[in-house]
């Protein structure tokens, strides 16, 4: 492990801002951490104010938020760890795989091109946007009911209503059909080397009652990187939904990422620090 790393970056999901660590970033910081959690390009600011004004990111896209983050963490004094949630954690292990981060990890990620078989679940989530052509360049949020199938199915309709209120704004549908598309683009940006033995380690977390990235969709991300020897773990716990950073137990999640991350963390071969 590298003592010094003492910096953890998050990179919040779709259909959310950084808020939605914000139970996370005061764990790790009461235990000394410095914790940077920059917004999606378009996504700074008023949660309001990105309800009100969603065009902004009708365009945003997964190469422009990727290096969004790169500057992030070129900016840094250290290699830090990196956790991603839904599709930050599919941004994460792009960062690790392009030689950034000391560990790496992915909770519920998205899925990297590779993955040729969605279950249900996660086709009804993306359905209302991948439908329609003309949604490429918009941005739209979920509605409360869809956000309760895709977030909040392990909580009441009251106590996924208040989830919403708080954390749910308009997310790019672009990066939704990137990430749908990917096994049809031979450049996709969700694309990742599985044999990159110089990424730095990497953790993958699932949740047994996960609506939008099942368990079976994270296992198939990491079958992929079998392909490779870097290492690279999983761990799957059960009962938790999409809404693994907030719903109750997330406590066990938190730590268990750091613990990880902090007994694996080591300055990767191919770093990239400006």
């Not at 292990?93 to 392009?98: A, E, P, T, V």
């Not at 990235?213 to 994270?218: I, K, L």
């Not at 999983?234 to 938190?254: D, P, R």
């Amino acid at each position: 492990m590298s003592e010094s790393t003492k910096t953890i970056v998050l990179i919040h999901g779709l259909w959310m801002t950084p808020l939605s660590w914000e139970n996370w970033t005061q764990r790790f910081e009461s235990k000394g951490y410095k914790v940077v959690a920059p917004a999606w390009p378009g996504l700074e600011g008023d949660i309001d104010e990105i309800r009100k004004n969603p065009d902004r990111l009708a365009n945003l896209d997964i190469d422009t938020i990727v290096a969004s983050y790169e500057k992030v963490i070129k900016g840094l004094d250290e290699q830090p760890i990196i956790m991603g949630h839904s599709f930050g954690g599919l941004f994460t292990q792009i960062l690790l795989d392009r030689g950034y981060g000391a560990a790496g990890v992915a909770l519920c990620s998205a899925p990297v091109k590779g993955i040729l078989i969605l279950p249900f679940s996660t086709l009804r989530v993306s359905a209302p946007a991948l439908s329609n052509p003309f949604n490429y360049n918009k941005a739209a949020a979920l509605t409360i009911d869809q956000f309760h199938y895709a977030f909040g199915n392990n909580l009441s309709e009251e106590e996924s209503k208040k989830v919403y209120d708080r954390y749910a704004v308009p997310g790019p549908d672009h990066v939704l059909f990137q990430a749908g598309l990917a096994n049809f683009n031979p450049h996709a940006p969700t694309a990742v080397d599985f044999h990159n033995d110089k990424r730095a380690p990497l953790l993958l977390i699932a949740g047994t009652h996960d609506h939008i990235s099942p368990a079976s969709v994270v296992k198939a991300n990491y079958n992929l990187y079998k392909k490779g020897n870097g290492v690279t773990d999983y761990k799957e716990f059960e009962g938790k939904s999409h809404y693994i950073l907030g719903e109750t137990g997330w406590e066990e999640v938190a730590d268990y990422a750091l613990d990880w991350a902090t007994s694996h963390a080591t300055a990767p071969k191919a770093a990239v620090m400006a």
